[in-house]
């Protein structure tokens, strides 16, 4: 099993529309999770980062994450072409060599026009 | 400005060929990462350094050495006995603490000759 899954879509989603992007996790142990957007041929940019039970929201962006269902989401607001890119969930683990982030496979996200 | 810078950004091996990716960063972070992407999967971990003269292997360290002799300098060795050397491969920092998000460089492209 993987410790951290996502969809690897495609996800399209009209211009304006609300694009919804989900993992999960196996590892309880984890403690934070960040999302990260790459484009084609890039390397990840951060978009955000949740450590507690809720919403967090910035701009367009809202995380959320739910502890009890090892769920972790990115709401994406009026999505926009520029939108479009793999969208890489992270969790991260203590361990006594440091923090370690275990990656999920990425979920594409495609805004059409 | 501050920032990570990864060279070179494109590099070719040779059978039997050591080479050597070179990371640098001016944040300040004590925590530094190297990753390899292949198509179509997430990042997976091949070293990791908290400290000066301190690294731990990541989950696939087999075929790669690292050096950690400044706190801004991560220098990443893909050996010969790495036989599937081609992939993207990133360099990120961070600050100490499993709260902390990971910056990235923007990569090294290796393939085989």
């Known amino acids: 099993q993987k410790e951290v899954e996502q969809n690897s879509g495609p996800l399209s989603v009209p211009e304006g529309a609300i694009a919804s992007l989900n993992c999960t996790y196996s590892?309880?142990?984890?403690?934070?999770f960040f999302w990260y957007r790459q484009y084609s041929g890039k390397s990840p940019e951060l978009i955000m980062f949740i450590y507690s039970n809720g919403d967090k929201e910035d701009g367009r962006f809202t995380a959320q994450l739910n502890k009890a269902s090892q769920y972790v989401s990115l709401l994406i607001r009026d999505s926009q072409p520029s939108d479009s890119a793999t969208y890489l969930c992270a969790g991260s683990i203590l361990t006594g060599g440091g923090n370690k982030l275990t990656f999920g496979t990425g979920t594409q996200l495609k805004v059409e026009l | 400005d501050g920032g990570i810078t990864q060279s070179p950004k494109y590099l070719f091996r040779k059978e039997g060929q050591n080479v050597t990716l070179s990371c640098e960063q001016n944040?300040?972070?004590?925590?530094m990462y190297w990753y390899r992407q292949d198509p179509g999967q997430g990042l997976r971990l091949i070293y990791y350094s908290q400290i000066v003269n301190d690294f731990q292997k990541g989950d696939i360290a087999e075929g790669y050495s690292v050096s950690r002799e400044k706190k801004e300098s991560f220098p990443l060795t893909v050996t010969s006995a790495q036989k599937n050397p081609t992939a993207f491969y990133l360099c990120a920092s961070s600050r100490q603490g499993a709260n902390q998000p990971q910056h990235f460089g923007d990569g090294t492209r290796l393939s085989i000759l």
């Open positions: 590892d309880r142990g984890s403690q934070s």
């Open positions: 944040l300040n972070h004590d925590a």
